[in-house]
């Protein structure tokens, strides 16, 4: 099993936007579980507000090997995903490791 764990910081310079592209980018990500086989288990989150110095979102996705993970990454829901999120951020961070 390989965990894929993702965390962006948004663009937006306003809290109030980038709250709002945070909560799009939570809701884009949760719409894959049951879309992208690839998935075995899906976590997403927003940063609590209070929280400062913290990336915005952050997903844990499982899958069951690197074959899942590829699929995952070019799976085209997966891709469409990415470029509203690449739209709206301005740093990301990732590691994958095996469970």
């Known amino acids: 099993m390989i965990r894929h764990v993702v ?3 948004m ?3 306003d809290a109030e936007t980038r709250a709002a592209h945070a909560a799009e980018v939570a809701r884009l990500l949760r719409g894959l579980d049951g ?3 690839a998935i075995r288990s899906l976590t997403v989150g927003t940063n609590d507000p209070a929280v400062a110095g913290n990336a ?4 844990v996705i499982d899958v069951d090997d ?3 993970l590829q699929a ?3 799976h085209p829901a997966h891709q469409e995903v990415v470029g509203f999120i690449r ?3 301005g740093g990301r961070m990732a590691v994958d490791f095996t469970l």
Do not use: C, F, I, R
Not at 56 to 59: G, P, S
């Open 7 to 9: 965390v962006w910081t």
């Open 66 to 68: 690197l074959d899942g």
């Open 87 to 89: 739209s709206v951020t």
């Open 11 to 13: 663009a937006a310079e």
């Open 35 to 37: 879309v992208v086989p």
């Open 56 to 59: 915005d979102v952050a997903v």
């Open 72 to 74: 995952y990454q070019t």
